[in-house]
């Protein structure tokens, strides 16, 4: 049976229990209630030495956060060494059990430690989040001639537990702030880049939003630069010169940044040297570094994240359609800024700038006075979906109108193509009907498809086209795109995708809307886009027509609408147009 403490160790023990809540309960900051805390305790213990330290064990890298040491004994807290150089530490570390030796060379010598001496050690495990976090210890360089007490030992484990609960909870509390600020950021940042009408306005708005923030540091968008094969950036704003001294090589053969010690996220072990916005690059996939201080001796992240003052970091690939613009980079000055529903709402911002950068550049590629006509040949296109008796005849399609079920395509060929056209839609995939008008010379018919995937995916690239030729089996399609668009993207994603691809010209041109007479985009400007397609899908289908070629019924079928929504529509983009024509007429 355990004898029972003395009266007068009791009324100690009572006191020194008294204090201590008197210190947690004090409205202090946790670095100064941990402060207080080791003032107790190392008077409590009588070790010269109490520390709070955060563990990185693949890093073997061991911080000191709180440090209360002799007078004279140069350690503060940010000080980091090996956690190897400290067995006892590890110890506590590796089984995550409180440690207890009251002379390590005499009950412990494997624990002995010639770098610091350390000959008395009573130290218990920080756990956050289900992980070991750091120690909670207290030793001396000199032996004790009596063991630690039970009572010692209770009164570490609980307070050290204390310590582990106060770090959840404030990191449990850093993240649902965060999380909200970030919220908000993502629904400022897409408010402000959503009408940007040129990709680097996008860019350089969304970066300066979110530097501007409290949630982050800096921002930067950076883009793959094939002449160079590194990461060019595009876009910055926060710390001054941030992307100075990184290496953004696109290959690991010329990267030299060293490994990425706490990156949480895949790739392949091809990947695995390079830095996180190349390898959210290549891999199509966010990349973050939670602790971004942490790392071995030749991480070179790791020495810039500590010289530019940030603790965590992630990189978001930017995409929009499977099309790849670049990479968004945030730094975070807290580690662990990226976790969880943070990193969620990152990789939202990823995918709505991709959206924006390709909302601006359809745009242009629609409305501006300048565009690229790029001409693309594809061998045995038909071939390739099935078809093995291409037309004989040429086929164009030279109008497309999207509907909610797919695309309309508007097109002509000749008097004795119009058999073929017929045929050829009975057997080209996704093409759900057809239509062919009468005609002796140029024979008009229409086609409705499910999906059309070149248009999608030019559409997608920030273009538009503008026809589409048959002839024999192979296809000829010409798109316009703004001169802002990176072609070198463009190419590579079309030729991907079709392997017998060829560009048979790319030129600078003036858009051909503009060319055609002084009624142009300015008259359809202020139609919504449903009124552009009502407007569009009835001139196309001969609605205007006299005799009139279909009905206002057949129309809103095409479009997926009722009558009277078509005949709304309709009748809004006449009072637009007509209002435009006679405006300008009477200003003249």
Request: glycine share 8%; with cysteine.
């Amino acid at each position: 049976m355990a004898s029972q403490p003395e009266p007068t160790e009791l009324r100690r023990r009572e006191r020194m229990l008294r204090r201590a809540y008197q210190v947690l309960a004090s409205t202090d900051s946790f670095t100064g209630t941990v402060d207080a805390l080791f003032e107790l305790l190392r008077e409590e213990l009588g070790t010269g030495f109490a520390t709070l330290s955060r563990v990185h064990e693949d890093a073997d890298e061991y911080v000191f956060e709180r440090v209360l040491a002799p007078d004279g004994v140069d350690l503060q807290p940010g000080d980091r060494t090996a956690l190897s150089s400290l067995p006892n530490c590890a110890r506590v570390v590796e089984r995550a059990e409180t440690l207890v030796c009251h002379d390590v060379g005499a009950v412990a010598p494997e624990l002995s430690d010639p770098e610091w001496g350390i000959e008395c050690y009573l130290g218990a495990p920080v756990v956050v989040d289900g992980e070991v976090y750091g120690t909670f210890c207290f030793y001396d360089v000199d032996a004790r001639s009596e063991a630690f007490s039970q009572w010692d030992v209770t009164v570490v484990d609980m307070l050290s537990r204390w310590v582990s609960q106060e770090i959840t909870r404030q990191r449990y509390v850093d993240r649902v702030t965060a999380l909200n600020e970030l919220n908000g950021i993502v629904r400022d940042v897409t408010a402000s880049v959503v009408d940007q009408p040129t990709r680097e306005a996008v860019e350089s708005v969304a970066c300066e939003r979110l530097a501007a923030s409290d949630s982050f540091l800096c921002a930067w968008i950076g883009a793959a630069d094939p002449e160079t094969g590194r990461l060019r950036v595009r876009a910055e704003a926060g710390v001054d010169a941030i992307v100075d001294g990184m290496s953004l090589a696109l290959s690991d053969a010329d990267d030299d940044t060293g490994g990425d010690a706490d990156d949480d996220t895949g790739g392949d072990a091809d990947d695995a040297t390079l830095s996180p916005p190349v390898r959210a690059l290549r891999t199509d996939a966010v990349q973050t570094r939670q602790h971004a201080t942490v790392g071995p001796s030749d991480d070179k992240w790791a020495a810039h994240a500590r010289r530019h003052g940030y603790g965590s970091l992630a990189s978001v690939p930017v995409v929009d359609g499977g099309s790849p613009y670049g990479v968004l980079t945030v730094h975070a000055e807290r580690p662990y800024g990226f976790v969880g529903e943070e990193g969620k709402a990152v990789i939202h911002l990823g995918e709505m700038l991709g959206h924006a950068i390709a909302a601006a550049e359809r745009e242009q590629a629609l409305t501006g006075d300048t565009v690229v006509e790029l001409t693309l040949s594809i061998r045995n296109a038909l071939a390739d979906c099935g078809v093995r008796d291409p037309p004989t005849e040429p086929v164009l399609l030279h109008d497309f109108v999207r509907v909610d079920d797919g695309v309309l395509a508007f097109g002509s060929t000749t008097e004795a193509g119009r058999s073929e056209v017929r045929d050829l839609a009975d057997t080209l995939p996704n093409c759900e009907s057809v239509a062919v008008a009468d005609g002796e010379v140029d024979v008009a018919f229409e086609a409705e498809f499910s999906a059309f995937p070149l248009l999608s995916q030019v559409t997608a690239l920030g273009g538009r086209v503008d026809d589409f030729l048959l002839d024999g089996g192979d296809v000829r399609a010409t798109a316009y795109f703004s001169p802002e668009v990176e072609f070198g993207r463009v190419v590579d994603a079309l030729t991907e995708r079709y392997q017998s691809a060829d560009v048979v010209s790319k030129r600078e041109t003036v858009r051909p809307d503009e060319s055609t007479g002084p009624v142009g985009e300015s008259v359809t400007a202020d139609l919504t886009d449903r009124q552009r397609e009502a407007l569009r899908t009835a001139y196309l289908a001969g609605y205007f027509e006299r005799p009139r070629e279909t009905t206002g019924e057949e129309v809103a079928d095409r479009l997926g609408v009722s009558n009277s929504t078509f005949s709304q529509h309709l009748r809004a983009a006449q009072g637009k147009v007509f209002g435009h024509v006679f405006d300008d007429t009477t200003d003249e």
